[in-house]
């Protein structure tokens, strides 16, 4: 009941769910619970390799499930398996292809039901929602000519929509190409004409059916389309794609997860750049705090459809404006499609900045020695550390002042018991320990503070290393076994405190084999100048 003196109108009432039609079609996978598995998930689209696609008749009724189900042996690629699943279907119809305005009609037995239009990147054209139980129509925006799919689809991540619930039942029909409504339809020519979107679209121009040429811009700015790029260069290059029209198809986010791309139909411009010299060593395309609005940037290479990288929001950008890196190839035309996060638009600068190439510099060995001159690449090669372009051996960024105890390759040699200590005057080695190793519940946090080294051989059994040391500092430490890089334990924090100790000593305990060589590295939490203290030994 929706109230006094409301009619079913006010109440929005629909036909109740009334199973599948008489002379349907059926669903090719009746209901399914592996949707990644493409040999037998006949219509799981673009979720499964290969893609694979039902086709389904205009006019034609198609029955069929989907489903919500856990997979306990799903891999999520982080070590972790499990993971609840559903099966989406997709349909291919050629009539929708073709382009025009459509109907679709669906009901649902029980569950939710996602159904619409998508492009041949996965991306939403237009969905809807029809409610659990219910049957209706929707009839679609106009859509131009390009590859869709129709999408059905369980719209709930609950598991009481698994295959036999009764509940995931659906039916779904496209029916048309219907005549559309009459909107402004952009000429080639700049002129306009009050159209519908098929005879738009067949004789070549831009159909929005939301204005008339009364309000429409039928004016073709340069750089509306990627067919017409503005020239861009490196530097600063000014854009504006405030009243542009929206370029088709949408940009793959794919390749930017987690940035916020969300392009969603915005109005864009379009820049295209030769590549110099240099930008096989990376080009930066930024609008990075020089964009009144948060933008959203893609990156094509030798054409308009070859997308290589994308981002919404760039680390460090304020205003949610964008910045994106890419190796590209010296002559080779790349096209800059700038839009904005959920269609805004506005004004900015696109900037190009080519890395160039890295200067030389130098390159540090475990044993302590040095080479100059070398890239980051020859360095890698011959098996060092790069110590940063522009570094010189002679200014001692592999560490090493030559006091004992500097590096592994000096280390001081220590024995049971209380052995002083005192890191303030050495430099950090260069070589980072590896802190998964670490127990207890607090991390080293190294961050390349000062380190000094210790050697010690073990006269057997379980052994005991500890900072304890009430005058001392937050210490890290680290053990070596036999060589300066053999790490085989590592602590931050004792926990709790022993009395008598500093707040976040450090201790290790180890089973030792006697006579062989153990190393002992101590640094401080976070970066930390180090200080004086005492390694005790038991």
Do not use: K
């Not at 629909?14 to 669903?27: F, T």
């Not at 994106?324 to 904005?340: D, K, L, P, V």
């Not at 390759?409 to 320990?433: K, R, W």
């Amino acid at each position: 009941y929706f109230g006094d003196n409301t009619t079913c109108d006010d109440g929005g009432c629909i036909p109740q769910y009334s199973g599948c039609p008489a002379g349907s079609d059926m669903n090719c996978d009746p209901c399914f619970a592996d949707g990644d598995d493409s040999s037998v998930d006949c219509n799981g689209g673009l979720n499964v390799d290969p893609a694979s696609y039902q086709a389904i008749a205009t006019g034609t009724t198609m029955c069929g499930t989907s489903s919500v189900y856990n997979d306990p042996n799903y891999d999520n690629g982080d070590g972790t398996f499990g993971a609840t699943l559903r099966d989406l279907d997709w349909f291919t119809n050629a009539d929708l292809n073709a382009g025009g305005c459509f109907t679709i009609s669906a009901g649902t037995s029980g569950a939710d039901l996602l159904f619409g239009i998508v492009d041949d990147t996965g991306a939403s054209v237009e969905l809807w929602v029809m409610p659990g139980g219910y049957e209706s129509s929707v009839t679609f925006q106009p859509v131009a000519p390009g590859n869709y799919y129709l999408l059905v689809a369980v719209n709930d991540w609950n598991v009481a929509y698994a295959c036999g619930s009764g509940l995931e039942d659906y039916w779904v029909r496209i029916d048309g190409p219907e005549t559309c409504p009459d909107g402004a339809c952009c000429m080639p020519d700049e002129s306009c004409q009050d159209i519908d979107a098929n005879s738009c679209w067949a004789a070549g121009g831009s159909f929005d059916g939301s204005q008339d040429c009364s309000t429409a811009d039928c004016v073709i700015y340069p750089g509306d389309e990627c067919a017409d790029p503005i020239e861009a260069f490196d530097g600063v290059n000014p854009f504006d794609t405030t009243g542009r029209s929206v370029s088709q198809p949408q940009p793959d986010d794919t390749q930017c997860t987690g940035t916020f791309l969300d392009w969603d139909n915005s109005p864009d411009a379009w820049m295209s750049y030769v590549a110099g010299p240099d930008a096989q060593y990376g080009v930066v395309f930024d609008t990075c705090g020089t964009a009144a609005y948060d933008t959203s940037l893609v990156l094509y290479e030798g054409d308009c459809n070859t997308q290589v990288t994308c981002n919404g929001d760039g680390d460090g950008c304020a205003g949610f404006t964008s910045s994106m890196e890419y190796a590209c190839t010296e002559g080779e035309t790349y096209y800059i499609r700038i839009g904005g996060w959920q269609g805004a638009s506005g004004a900015g600068d696109l900037n190009i900045t080519p890395n160039g190439a890295p200067l030389p510099g130098a390159c540090c060995f475990s044993d302590g020695s040095c080479l100059d001159n070398l890239d980051s690449a020859q360095c890698d090669s011959f098996g060092g550390t790069f110590a940063g372009e522009g570094t010189v051996c002679a200014d001692g960024p592999c560490g090493g002042n030559g006091a004992a105890g500097d590096e592994c390759t000096e280390a001081i040699t220590v024995s049971n018991g209380a052995n002083a200590f005192d890191t303030s005057l050495y430099t950090p080695s260069l070589i980072q320990p590896d802190e998964t190793a670490c127990t207890g519940p607090y991390t080293m946090d190294w961050n390349n503070c000062v380190d000094g080294w210790y050697v010690y051989v073990a006269t057997g059994g379980l052994t005991t290393f500890d900072t304890c040391d009430a005058a001392s500092f937050d210490t890290s430490m680290v053990l070596y076994e036999d060589s300066c890089d053999n790490q085989v334990a590592c602590n931050g924090d004792v926990d709790p405190d022993p009395a008598g100790c500093q707040a976040y000593s450090s201790m290790i305990e180890y089973t030792c084999v006697a006579g062989a060589t153990y190393y002992i590295r101590i640094g401080e939490w976070n970066g930390g100048p180090g200080g004086a203290g005492t390694l005790n030994i038991n």
